[in-house]
């Protein structure tokens, strides 16, 4: 068994009950800061476990859905241990081929008894409700790309303009630091909003922080 976790409290508590249970448990230590993905993969797979009980948020590594399909493929049990509560980023890691996903917020017993199951060979997950969160996960990277074919429509100068927007500037602000008229950032909102598809600027701003949007690096050139 091999423990991939970056809480120590938690990794440790794992690690106790799992052992008192007979279970030959070996913990991983995670890099502070981000890492190739592969020398994580590389690391665990020296382990040699068959069961792999994974956390989705690694601290400074970041996420660790890459690891997923790998250890996967390598016949490792992939069990995704997380305090997220995002149903569809579960259904990504069963997609990648996890055997199931459990929240940090449920007993150890739930964990334990999940890793009873997998010893045994017997289902963790019924299929009806892992196809239900693959299906949901397809549903928002599809609204996902949708919404980056929408934000690239946007020309340079309104895609500069969103981005004060979402660091908080008013009309009134971009106007007089651009030394245009308010018209004419309003102008440009006008066709943000429209080529975007939604009818506030808090609306726009909402869409470009879900889809994971950043502004162009240069601010405020002018109507270019």
């Known amino acids: 068994m091999l423990v991939i976790e970056d809480h120590t409290l938690f990794a440790e508590s794992l690690e106790l009950v799992l052992q008192l249970e007979g279970y030959a448990v070996e913990r991983?230590?995670?890099?502070?800061?981000?890492?190739?993905?592969?020398?994580?993969?590389s690391k665990a797979l020296r382990a040699r476990a068959s069961i792999v009980l994974l956390d989705l948020s690694l601290g400074g590594f970041g996420d660790s859905t890459a690891l997923i399909r790998p250890l996967a493929a390598a016949g490792a049990h992939v069990v995704v241990v997380t305090a997220s509560t995002n149903r569809a980023q579960w259904g990504e890691c069963l997609y990648l081929g996890a055997r199931t996903v459990l929240s940090k917020g449920g007993?150890?017993?739930?964990?334990?008894?999940?890793?009873?199951?997998?010893?045994?060979?017997?289902?963790?997950?019924?299929?009806?409700?892992?196809?239900?969160?693959?299906?949901?996960?397809r549903e928002a990277r599809a609204e996902h790309a949708a919404q980056h074919e929408r934000l690239n429509l946007l020309t340079h100068r309104e895609a500069v303009v969103l981005g004060?927007?979402?660091?908080?500037?008013?009309?009134?602000?971009?106007?007089?630091?651009?030394?245009?008229?308010?018209?004419?950032?309003?102008?440009?909102?006008?066709?943000i909003l429209a080529k975007l598809g939604v009818s506030s600027?808090?609306?726009?701003?909402?869409?470009?922080?879900?889809?994971?949007w950043r502004a162009p690096q240069t601010r405020l050139l002018g109507t270019a």
């Open 28 to 41: 991983m230590a995670v890099p502070p800061q981000r890492v190739p993905a592969q020398a994580l993969v």
């Open 164 to 191: 004060e927007l979402m660091f908080g500037k008013t009309v009134s602000d971009i106007a007089r630091e651009s030394v245009v008229s308010e018209a004419t950032v309003r102008t440009q909102v006008k066709a």
């Open 107 to 137: 007993p150890l017993s739930g964990i334990l008894s999940t890793v009873r199951r997998i010893t045994n060979g017997f289902p963790v997950l019924p299929v009806a409700e892992r196809e239900a969160m693959i299906d949901l996960w």
């Open 201 to 212: 600027q808090l609306a726009a701003v909402g869409l470009a922080n879900q889809a994971g």
